[in-house]
């Protein structure tokens, strides 16, 4: 939100301009964020990118939030045991009760697939979480106090990210233990710096904005502008990169239990633990690698889709035209 002060009028320009000032504030400060929100909403409504991420992303999180009602066998059952043999794993189609075949293991893939979806749904969403609530509670703290507080954060913050992200979340994942919780907090802590970076840089621009200028000539403390004005208008990039990192979120999930770090026993649903024991049976069950790594991609793509096309809808210079 940007406002122009009027110009001051008459003779008396000093105190036209201080009552012209005041009201213009005034008018300004009471405006609430809805017509930007508004505007969001109805560019994504006609963006195709937009409904495609959001239909992969429903799906994604139905058939997570639905697993125990969608999955035909429970997460860790193995109701074809007797029916793999050293050299045979059933696939796709050979036995009615299982439509996408089994694992090496005798479970059902369909099902394990499902309750992947569960697991790296709760990974991605209490992982990227842990990122922006930290993030944000950085950046806030830089943006809002400047000066060294500022110098402080940011050089901590540069250090961590002069860490590959994925090299971060394993060492941190690695020290903590082979625990999923370990893997959320790993791969949330390697997503502190990019939101604590973009909403320092977000807040630092819009202190500089005339609303704010006007809000200090209303006499606002530095608290009540920055909770009530700077930082509603400074969180939207905030948002969207949340969105793209759900994206990643779910595929360092997939790493982090590919490389083994992510504990659970060997017969475990979760897509990047199915990835890891595929390995092995790639010349006779090629669909037992095929089958998740789809899964992580399209839902990485969904993601993706809509994290894009959200930042598109929110973009000024887009949205100028």
């Not at 125990?68 to 429970?74: D, E, F, H, R, S």
Request: aromatic share 6%.
């Amino acid at each position: 939100m940007s406002i122009s002060l009027p110009p001051a009028q008459g003779p008396s320009a000093a105190g036209g301009e201080v009552v012209d000032t005041v009201a213009v504030a005034q008018t300004a400060l009471k405006e609430g964020p809805g017509g930007f929100w508004r505007d969001v909403f109805r560019r994504l409504r006609r963006n195709p990118t937009a409904w495609i991420g959001a239909a992969i992303v429903l799906a994604f999180v139905l058939v997570a939030a639905l697993a125990p009602v969608l999955a035909p066998y429970p997460e860790t059952a193995l109701p074809g045991a007797k029916n793999i043999t050293p050299t045979y794993i059933p696939g796709p189609g050979e036995l009615p009760e299982f439509p996408l075949g089994l694992d090496r293991f005798g479970g059902d893939v369909l099902s394990k697939l499902i309750w992947g979806a569960q697991a790296s749904l709760l990974v991605g969403v209490v992982s990227t979480a842990l990122g922006l609530v930290g993030g944000m509670l950085l950046g806030l703290i830089a943006g809002t106090f400047g000066g060294w507080v500022d110098t402080i954060i940011m050089r901590v913050v540069d250090i961590i990210l002069s860490v590959p992200n994925l090299l971060l979340a394993v060492s941190i994942a690695a020290i903590l233990g082979q625990t999923p919780f370990a893997v959320m907090i790993a791969i949330g802590a390697s997503q502190v710096p990019i939101f604590a970076r973009l909403l320092r840089a977000s807040m630092l621009q819009q202190r500089s904005s005339d609303y704010v200028l006007s809000a200090q000539t209303l006499g606002l403390g530095r608290g009540r502008i920055t909770m009530s004005h700077v930082l509603p208008n400074a969180i939207g990039p905030v948002i969207v990169q949340g969105t793209l990192t759900l994206a990643t979120a779910v595929i360092d999930a997939a790493a982090l239990s590919f490389l083994g770090l992510g504990g659970g026993r060997p017969e475990t649903a979760e897509w990047g633990r199915m990835l890891t024991y595929a390995q092995d049976e790639l010349a006779i069950a090629p669909w037992l690698a095929f089958l998740p790594g789809i899964c992580i991609a399209v839902t990485a793509l969904g993601f993706t889709l809509f994290g894009e096309a959200l930042r598109e809808a929110m973009d000024p210079r887009t949205r100028a035209r």
